[in-house]
């Protein structure tokens, strides 16, 4: 890998680093952690107090087709049903190096709809 790669991945994981750094989740709100790639979007429910994970979801169990926009709104309709169906009404949400724009924020507000507050 070149130098420029390697600092890249460096900065990325000291603003990650620096976002979970406030963020703690629980058995009633777990931390709801995003990890984006050029294709695909993943979602998790965590309890950092037992460091497991309650919940997750992904673009992979989607059956529709439709922009990437529409698909990660999907995924967290997703798992915002997941997470009412532990019981679960509230998260943190963690968006971990990425800005909360485009994919992430759709995630974030196809969440909201279907009842998880942040």
């Known amino acids: 890998m070149s130098v ?3 600092k890249k991945h460096a900065h990325a994981l000291r ?12 058995a009633q709100s777990p ?3 995003v990890k ?4 695909h ?5 965590i309890n950092d107090d037992e460091g497991k994970t309650v919940a997750s979801a992904s673009d992979k169990e989607v059956q529709t087709k439709g922009t990437p926009l529409e698909i990660a709104r999907e995924v967290g309709t997703m798992i915002g ?3 009412q169906a532990l019981g679960i009404t509230k998260a943190v949400f963690d ?3 990425y800005r909360y724009h485009g994919r992430v924020a759709a995630l974030a507000d196809g969440a909201r709809q279907s009842g998880l507050t942040f």
Not at 41 to 45: C, D, G, N, P, T
């Open 4 to 6: 420029a790669v390697v």
């Open 36 to 39: 984006r790639s050029l294709k």
């Open 15 to 26: 603003r990650a680093a620096r976002t979970r750094a406030r963020l703690h989740g629980t």
């Open 81 to 83: 049903k997941k997470a």
């Open 31 to 33: 931390r709801m952690s």
């Open 95 to 97: 968006r971990g190096a």
């Open 41 to 45: 979007i993943y979602v998790q429910l």
